[in-house]
């Protein structure tokens, strides 16, 4: 599935196994946030679960498959909660906007598992150190002028349509993966305009 393309620098070099809690039928509501991803001159909106319980972060391999984006052969074992393993064999680089004028590039192992596209784990937390408000369900980048738009390198903005579309605070619901339930309670999205 791998597919021809510029990958945007080293992806991670991770003790493996990797572990992610995330849960296929979890009831609880996570801190989730919208996101835009960029990638073959085009942008996605959609949206991350926060999961400390993920030593890195992850992307769903259908919502990849969908959008084409560029993959590299990176096995890996992930520890699930439930003491199972999974095994990943591809991982992707894109740059990923997660607020008005928070940008960088980053890694995630594809997975074919979980209810969410992205999740977003703790090299991702431990990189940006958010501040994090469980009441409302919100977070917090205090280190945006650290990755600003101008930070992103000139690799990265080569993938980048010209013209920055308007971060959606509230993206559309994406279309559903094809062999997942996206859980409609999360997050807290109205419908498209
Ligand atoms: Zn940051």
Known sequence: MSKAGVLLGLLYNHPTPVSLNAARNNTSTPITIPITLFANNSFLYTFAMIDSGASISFIHKDLTLQHQFSTACQPLSISLADGTVHNSNFATRLVLQSTPTHFETHSFQLISLGNYPVILGMDWLQKHNPCLDWITG???????????????????????????????????TPAPLPNVSINKSTPKTSPKP
Do not use: N
């Open 138 to 172: 919100t977070a917090t980048l205090p280190c945006t002028s650290k990755h600003s738009y101008g930070s992103l390198l000139p690799l990265a903005l080569a993938t980048m349509p010209h013209t920055i579309p308007p971060f959606l605070l509230e993206p559309p």
